[in-house]
């Protein structure tokens, strides 16, 4: 894993997928390969002038049954970036309101011939579902408690940035990992690349057989957090929970909340990240979220549109291939 890119398959063989369905299932060097992708895009995002007609003429579908500030704004950046025609569907304003099925919304945008689908969906297992009935590339942006493979490549892509490696580092999940997305996806990916992942939660939050995932799991988040290159907060997510989960926010924060006082106790160094949205003052505290030089939430965001212009772009190279265009 010390040199990565020369370990690739050659062509099209580096990534073989026609979907970005989860981590789950992906090589480490697959993994690499998107990372890598997105490094070129990295600078080119900087400049001034930020438009490449790698995907013109090319139709993305960005249908999100979910809200999205983050996924769906970099997508459609990372789509327009390279030069594709991007259509948002919000599922708010369309028939799903009118009863339509799932299946039928995926016929009717097959039937518009997309090239691409970004989807995200409440369910687990829909992206999946869609990613069986349609013609095109599916791109997951989150689906149900199942994965967020893109969150995890642009929390890898960050991590990376800010280290230099994954390889060796210790890194902290903390949060409600029952019923997060991203935390899965992360550990797999993490894992994948030969990180140290340690897990934290009460245990209402912690999900059953963890250790199953190679983490190490913690209730105590002090003891977590020791020697730890990278700490990554997760969000209460009240709007999946039924019932009580946590005895009050108060107590939450008091054990499980990043706080400045909490951070001072840890190695000098440790990095912050959030995939957000935040709950400031619960999970994380402004005066730590907003650190110049230890968080990388804004960070975060900045590799998120990099690495969905990586994702589009390899996984539409089919497409272009098979219309002779590249
Ligand atoms: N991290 C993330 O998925 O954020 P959004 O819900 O804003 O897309």
Redesign the pocket.
Known sequence: MTSPASSYPPGSAAFPHRDLVGIGGLAPHELLFLLDEAEQWVGFNRLSQKHDDRLAGLTIINAFFE??????LSFEIAGKRLGADVVNMHAGQSSIKKGETLIDTAMTLNAMHADAIVIRHGSSGAVQLIADKVDCPVLN??DGQHE?PT?ALLDALTIRHARGRIYGLTVVICGDLLHSR?ARSNILCLTSLGARVRVCAPPALMPAAIEQMKVEPFHQFDKALEGADVVMMLRLQNERMEGQFIPSPREYRHLYGLTEERLARTCPDTLVMH???MNRGIEIDSNVADLVDRSLITRQVEMGVAIRMACLDVLTRGVRQVEGWQ
């Open positions: 809200n999205s500030t983050r996924t769906l942006a989150g967020h969150q991203v995939p957000g949205p």
